[in-house]
């Protein structure tokens, strides 16, 4: 919020309202009351659509275009921007920019008419709206988006404030307690194997201990809840970083060392401001402003900045900051190939033996010294993807999958309770003793690949072994006796 408003208030009920030099009429007022008192909790936005994960793949490279905007909707008698104005940002700074993911603050009064002036067709999903308490504004922050917003969001209020109504008359400092300032998490799923946590945040106007207890109190979040994921952070901060200031050092400002801390990287700072340069358009300069957009990658993904931009408007007091970011998916460079099966052989390292299907009246699978030949050669099948990490590819095998192993003439590799839990080829269809749970001791991430390290722990909690006698059975270690490289046929 910001300073502009005079030291004047009108007390209704107990409550305070600023208002502006020019006459406030009797209708500004109730509009006033009826805008805090009225609009309570939290509510689905116009036109919100319930989440389904998207059936596209990332691939190996894209882009996201996306803007944090302040769009000061307070009532008008406040200063606020009125119904029509909302609208007009709607449909002309956000559908008419086509943005990927858009981040607003101070979206107080104004929501249903934001929301509904959007292209549902173009931006189907937007977060929950909260309306704060009995006589608060709430937090007035949204997550709008073109790709699906998932069960995972949730608005924070900080805990540390600093500034009320009171002192705003007494001595005109902001009364950032008077609304429900914090942050939103959502998880955004961009592509069926690529999703990514969004923080939208607005922090108090002042700085000093309440302001520090807000920037630990989001990365303590983001510690404990985004370890691991892609991460990107916007909103209005209503703190500098300019003067090199994300550079990790002496000068290196409060905000800076908070980004540093969670090893996240300025968008604003990956830009040349050369003059000429076509990747930005009317920035105040390096890193200039209180709003920002930050962001930071993972094993599978990483983020690149490709052009900045500050967009010049005449609704709100802020210019929207925008930033089309590149990305790379390097679980996809890793692989040679996507495959959800594998022709291989599985070598034992230790005894220098590869898992043989051995057909006859028993059907035994055995590990023989034998180069890869038809008996050797089995079809790995991923059956089941194991768990929901931020690097999970549905495209092929990764470690915790659950695989089958067939052989050349249909039979399948199984593990039964019986007989020291013996391993043969048996059987003809897959259920659960047909099943293995596959770890990859060469990369826990990425798609499985020629000369990887595995272990298969059966449907029984055992882990098939390679034993002294050319046996296949199962224990329950994984020392080198359960340890199989990978081999693809060629």
């Given at each position: 919020m910001k300073n502009k408003?005079?030291?004047?208030?009108?007390?209704?009920?107990?409550?305070?309202?600023?208002?502006?030099?020019?006459?406030?009429?009797?209708?500004?007022?109730?509009?006033?009351?009826?805008?805090?008192?009225?609009?309570?909790?939290?509510?689905?936005?116009v036109g919100n659509q319930g989440?389904?994960?998207?059936?596209?793949?990332?691939?190996?490279?894209?882009?996201?275009?996306?803007?944090?905007?302040n769009i000061k909707g307070f009532p008008e008698g406040l200063q606020g921007i009125s119904d029509s104005q909302a609208s007009l940002f709607s449909s002309t700074?956000?559908?008419?920019?086509?943005?990927?993911i858009v981040g607003l603050q101070e979206n107080w009064v104004r929501n249903y008419a934001v929301m509904s002036s959007l292209n549902p067709t173009e931006y189907p999903y937007r977060s929950d709206h909260f309306q704060g308490g009995i006589f608060s504004f709430g937090d007035g922050l949204s997550t709008i988006s073109k790709h699906p917003i998932n069960g995972r969001q949730l608005h924070i209020e900080y805990s540390s404030c600093k500034g009320t109504y009171a002192d705003?008359?007494?001595?005109?400092?902001?009364?950032?307690?008077?609304?429900?300032?914090?942050?939103?998490f959502t998880e955004v799923q961009l592509a069926k194997d690529l999703k990514v946590h969004f923080y939208n945040t607005h922090m108090d106007t002042s700085n000093g201990p309440e302001k520090t207890g807000q920037f630990n109190q989001l990365k303590q979040f983001i510690q404990q809840n985004s370890a691991g994921y892609p991460v990107i952070v916007m909103g209005d901060f209503n703190a500098w970083i300019d003067n090199g200031g994300w550079q990790p050092g002496p000068g290196q400002s409060e905000l800076g060392r908070w980004a540093t801390d969670l090893d996240l990287t300025w968008a604003c700072s990956q830009v040349s401001y050369a003059a000429g340069n076509t990747n930005i358009n009317d920035v105040k300069g390096p890193c200039k402003g209180v709003d920002h957009i930050a962001f930071r990658g993972n094993s599978q993904i990483s983020f690149s900045t490709n052009r900045y931009d500050e967009v010049h408007q005449s609704i709100s007091d802020h210019n929207p900051i925008t930033a089309t970011l590149n990305w790379t998916n390097h679980a996809a460079a890793y692989s040679s190939t996507y495959a959800r099966a594998h022709t291989a052989s599985l070598l034992n390292t230790h005894h220098n033996t590869r898992i043989q299907a051995v057909y006859g009246g028993n059907d035994e699978a055995k590990n023989m010294p034998a180069p890869a030949a038809e008996w050797e050669t089995f079809t790995l099948a991923l059956e089941q993807k194991g768990n929901t990490q931020p690097w999970v590819d549905h495209r092929c095998i990764q470690s915790g999958d659950t695989v089958s192993i067939r052989s050349h003439n249909g039979h399948y590799l199984r593990a039964t309770p019986h007989n020291n839990h013996n391993v043969d080829v048996?059987?003809?269809?897959?259920?659960?003793w047909e099943k293995f749970t596959l770890y990859n001791h060469t990369n826990g991430w990425a798609c499985l690949n020629a000369n990887d390290r595995i272990t298969l722990k059966t449907a029984h909690g055992k882990y098939v072994m390679a034993d002294a006698n050319r046996n296949l059975s199962a224990s329950d270690n994984q020392q080198a006796w359960e340890f199989f490289q990978v081999e693809f046929a060629r």
């Open positions: 408003l005079l030291k004047s208030a009108f007390v209704v009920g107990g409550l305070s309202f600023s208002f502006s030099a020019s006459a406030i009429t009797f209708s500004e007022i109730w509009d006033i009351l009826i805008s805090s008192s009225t609009q309570v909790g939290f509510t689905g936005t989440y389904s994960r998207p059936e596209h793949l990332s691939g190996q490279s894209g882009q996201l275009k996306i803007m944090a905007a700074y956000i559908t008419g920019q086509a943005y990927d705003f008359i007494a001595n005109g400092s902001s009364p950032d307690c008077e609304t429900e300032k914090g942050f939103t048996r059987a003809g269809v897959t259920m659960s």
